[in-house]
């Protein structure tokens, strides 16, 4: 994590819940368990707040990267560093796998030079995998990656424009979350079908969590003197958010609030990344994982909670597997990712 705090915090352990959010939801969307019906909507939804909380996190810990890097290519090079190693891995993977099994090679590298620039949704399939599952996509959670880059690329300039209003701030962060929520209403007005309703989730329609992930990090001190307030009216205000879709454009600023108390409440540390820091390890490698199985026929022979628990165990595995081979190495000895990860709990 980035966030340069002087007391404890509990950002890994955030991280990892909202990964295993939506990793649940995958499971039993991918398996074809009620599907359309209450229980699947009732996860889709769960998903999405997670995958809000972890766009504010995000705004977080890397306006916290960005504060401390001494230069624009410092700054990209940690970015580059802890993102794009294991991402290329979860990439190439698969796609060794296919043209193994279909010697696919126009295919395969269609695949390749969409998905490494992340371009998934050009092309999200790879020739011999999946094609008999319910969704036949090899990774459906990378999605959220190209918006996390884009939001890298813009917020050196959303701090350059932090540090000339000074004290007034706060104006940069209301407009850039009054116009993202503005973006994801007027869109699926303006365009027929589901290409309003796609392009609103893309940004700057999700930019309000960003900015409210900046606001976390600019206004720590504060609230984590208010963290009880923070969570009784963050938990309350995200549930209003879900319970009555009228009231959605509020749920960045109400999320922000529940992530801050969890993140700050006295107590333990807990730290969830002591083994390894494997929560971006989970989101990235879940989704094939589940399709692999799927496409083995082991759902029916171990029935939902077996496939699922036999899922997380893989996952699990696999996420622990990249970050010590992958992305360990490929940080700095300096990262806090790194010394997190080997920092005994209090």
Same mark, same amino acid.
């Given at each position: 994590?980035?966030?340069?705090?002087?007391?404890?915090?509990?950002?890994?352990?955030?991280?990892?819940?909202?990964?295993?959010?939506?990793?649940? @939801?995958?499971?039993?969307?991918?398996?074809?368990?009620?599907?359309?019906?209450?229980?699947?909507?009732?996860?889709?939804?769960?998903?999405?707040?997670?995958?809000?909380?972890?766009?504010?996190?995000?705004?977080?810990?890397?306006?916290?990267?960005?504060?401390?890097?001494?230069?624009?290519?410092?700054?990209?090079?940690?970015?580059?560093?802890?993102?794009?190693?294991?991402?290329?891995?979860?990439?190439?993977?698969?796609?060794?796998?296919?043209?193994?099994?279909?010697?696919?090679?126009? %295919?395969?590298?269609?695949?390749?030079?969409?998905?490494?620039? +992340?371009?998934?949704?050009?092309?999200?399939?790879? *020739?011999?995998?999946?094609?008999?599952?319910?969704?036949?996509?090899?990774? %459906?959670?990378?999605?959220?990656?190209?918006?996390?880059?884009?939001?890298?690329?813009?917020?050196?300039?959303?701090?350059?424009?932090?540090?000339?209003?000074?004290?007034?701030?706060?104006?940069?962060?209301?407009?850039? @979350?009054?116009?993202?929520?503005?973006?994801?209403?007027?869109?699926?007005?303006?365009?027929?079908?589901?290409?309003?309703?796609?392009?609103?989730?893309?940004?700057?329609?999700?930019?309000?969590?960003?900015?409210?992930?900046?606001?976390?990090?600019?206004?720590?001190?504060?609230?984590?003197?208010?963290?009880?307030?923070?969570?009784?009216?963050?938990?309350?205000?995200?549930?209003?958010?879900?319970?009555?879709?009228?009231?959605?454009?509020?749920?960045?600023?109400?999320?922000?609030?529940?992530?801050?108390?969890?993140? +700050?409440?006295? %107590?333990?540390?807990?730290?969830?990344?002591?083994?390894?820091?494997?929560?971006?390890?989970? @989101?990235?490698?879940?989704?094939?994982?589940?399709?692999? &199985?799927?496409?083995?026929?082991?759902?029916?022979?171990?029935?939902?909670?077996?496939? &699922?628990?036999?899922?997380?165990?893989?996952?699990?595995?696999?996420?622990?597997?990249?970050?010590?081979?992958?992305?360990?190495?490929?940080?700095?000895?300096?990262?806090? @990712?790194?010394?997190?990860?080997?920092?005994?709990? *209090?």
């Amino acid at each position: 994590m980035n966030l340069p705090v002087s007391q404890q915090n509990r950002f890994d352990l955030i991280r990892l819940v909202l990964a295993a959010g939506v990793f649940v @939801y995958h499971g039993a969307a991918l398996a074809g368990q009620n599907p359309g019906g209450p229980l699947e909507l009732a996860l889709a939804q769960l998903a999405e707040v997670c995958i809000q909380g972890f766009f504010i996190v995000s705004g977080a810990l890397v306006a916290g990267s960005l504060d401390r890097s001494s230069s624009l290519a410092d700054y990209a090079g940690k970015r580059l560093r802890r993102l794009y190693p294991a991402y290329a891995a979860v990439i190439l993977i698969p796609a060794l796998i296919s043209l193994a099994l279909t010697r696919d090679t126009p %295919g395969v590298l269609a695949y390749l030079a969409a998905n490494l620039g +992340f371009l998934n949704f050009l092309a999200p399939n790879l *020739p011999g995998l999946f094609g008999s599952n319910r969704f036949t996509e090899v990774n %459906g959670a990378l999605w959220t990656l190209k918006i996390e880059v884009l939001f890298y690329m813009v917020l050196p300039l959303i701090f350059l424009v932090l540090k000339r209003l000074g004290r007034l701030w706060w104006l940069a962060v209301m407009a850039l @979350y009054a116009a993202a929520e503005a973006w994801a209403y007027i869109l699926p007005l303006a365009l027929e079908g589901n290409l309003g309703l796609l392009l609103a989730r893309q940004l700057p329609g999700q930019m309000a969590f960003f900015a409210m992930g900046i606001a976390l990090w600019k206004c720590e001190a504060r609230m984590r003197r208010r963290w009880r307030a923070l969570g009784l009216s963050g938990m309350v205000l995200v549930a209003a958010t879900v319970m009555h879709p009228i009231l959605e454009p509020l749920r960045a600023f109400a999320l922000t609030g529940l992530i801050a108390a969890i993140a +700050f409440a006295p %107590g333990p540390a807990l730290n969830a990344a002591r083994l390894g820091d494997i929560s971006y390890g989970l @989101y990235i490698t879940h989704f094939p994982v589940l399709q692999a &199985l799927l496409a083995a026929g082991l759902l029916p022979l171990l029935g939902l909670p077996g496939f &699922l628990s036999l899922a997380a165990v893989l996952v699990i595995l696999a996420s622990f597997a990249l970050w010590h081979l992958i992305e360990k190495p490929a940080l700095r000895p300096s990262s806090h @990712y790194r010394k997190v990860a080997t920092k005994d709990p *209090p």
